[in-house]
């Protein structure tokens, strides 16, 4: 069992960056994708940005350009520095690792971070 904690979310003013942290409970970090989602009020949970084992990064198009994740294995943490806010990027952001075959697979989640931007 993997145990992830967010931190970082707040206010922001439009314009205005957070970054976000994941720190993970157990070792090898580095055997899981980490994955950044987002959850807004009525709508589905979405990615935002992934960074897989080998770390290849991928970001949905509403924040491409504007957020960078970024993982650290020797401190246990995935990152999200995430730039030029806007109001339709508030929601509960979520860290998820992820390996889906092999040893250490499993699919776990954090509790989630509030990310409020005002305009």
């Known amino acids: 069992q993997v145990q992830l904690v967010e931190s970082g979310g707040g206010l922001v003013q439009a314009g205005g960056s957070l970054r976000l942290s994941c720190v993970g409970s157990r070792a090898p970090f580095s055997v899981y994708n980490m994955g950044w989602y987002r959850q807004a009020p009525g709508k589905q949970r979405e990615l935002v940005a992934l960074v897989t084992s080998g770390d290849m990064t991928n970001y949905a198009d509403s924040v491409k350009g504007r957020f960078t994740i970024s993982r650290d294995n020797a401190k246990n943490t995935a990152s999200l520095q995430m730039n030029s806010l806007k109001p339709e990027d508030t929601a509960v952001y979520y860290c998820?690792?992820?390996?889906?075959?092999?040893?250490?697979?499993?699919?776990?989640w954090g509790q989630g971070t509030q990310v409020t931007v005002s305009s």
């Open positions: 998820n690792a992820k390996k889906t075959f092999g040893p250490y697979q499993g699919d776990y």
